[in-house]
């Protein structure tokens, strides 16, 4: 993921936890709120209820993977928030979560014009 499309200030986490759209599954909830961007900002929150660094940091490792995988629309600055369940969960299986999380916030890019 590149660096722009990181999403680095707690101030803009807070207020996308505050003002933004939510939607959640099984392993993820997300947040999302419009930017003044051309291109989406993504932030990931895992808690040390998840397990130990090396679990947090696999969790945000496939989950940053996932989302570059994804094609997104620009626009919207979105924070992924892990749940228990993401610890214990296979990567195509988060990467289902994040693709249905992003579907059902319709920020996933179905355009197939748009590249």
């Given amino acids: 993921m ?18 933004g759209i ?10 999302a709120l419009p930017n003044d961007l051309e291109w989406s900002r993504f932030g990931f929150v895992v808690s040390k209820r998840i397990g130990n660094a090396v679990t947090r940091n696999l969790v945000k490792r496939r989950l940053r993977e996932s989302v570059r995988q994804i094609r997104v629309k620009g626009g ?3 924070v ?10 296979e990567y195509r299986q988060l990467q ?8 059902r916030t319709n920020l996933a890019d179905t355009d197939p014009s748009t590249t």
């Fill in 22 to 31: 939510s939607a959640a599954n099984r392993f993820l909830v997300i947040r």
């Fill in 2 to 19: 590149q660096r722009r499309q990181r999403l680095t200030q707690s101030r803009r986490f807070g207020q996308i936890h505050r003002e």
């Fill in 80 to 89: 992924f928030i892990a749940r228990r369940g993401a610890a214990s969960a």
């Fill in 76 to 78: 919207w600055d979105a």
């Fill in 96 to 103: 289902r979560a994040a693709d249905n999380l992003l579907r």
